[in-house]
Nanobody
Framework: QVQLVESGGGLVQAGGSLRLSCAAS????????MGWFRQAPGKEREFVAA????????AYADSVKGRFTISRDNVKATVSLQLNNLKPEDTAVYYC????????????????WGQGTQVTVSS
């Protein structure tokens, strides 16, 4: 049984930083992708960043490039998202996702989801 558990959300002022973590269990294949999506009130869930768990290749949404960094720890089976220079428009619930698809970019590619963690950026 696959489980993804996020942590690290919170309230921060604009320009501040947060680090989100996702602890994965039950993932048995090394060629899956893991990533982060976010959903703001009244909006659809959108792609933020993804990492190929075996190769370490990464991808980012244009809106977060240069500010967010995704990384993984193969030993601890965790994926982290460092959020720097946060803006009020980054406010959303952030979800960890895992996929058997190489090149995770969309919600329909995601096979597993975490419960989400709230990130709120005040202006």
């Amino acid at each position: 049984q696959v489980q993804l558990v996020e942590s690290g959300g919170g309230l921060v002022q604009a320009g501040g930083s947060l680090r989100l973590s996702c602890a994965a269990s039950g993932l048995t294949s090394r060629w899956y992708s893991m990533g982060w999506f976010r959903q703001a009130p009244g909006k659809e869930r959108e792609f933020v960043a993804a990492i190929q768990y075996f190769t370490g290749n990464t991808a980012y949404a244009d809106s977060v490039k240069g500010r967010f960094t995704i990384s993984r720890d193969n030993v601890k089976a965790t994926v982290s998202l460092q959020l720097n220079n946060l803006k009020p428009e980054d406010t959303a619930v952030y979800y960890c996702a895992a996929s058997r698809t190489i090149g995770l970019r969309t919600t329909t590619q995601s096979d597993y989801w975490g419960q989400g963690t709230q990130v709120t950026v005040s202006s």
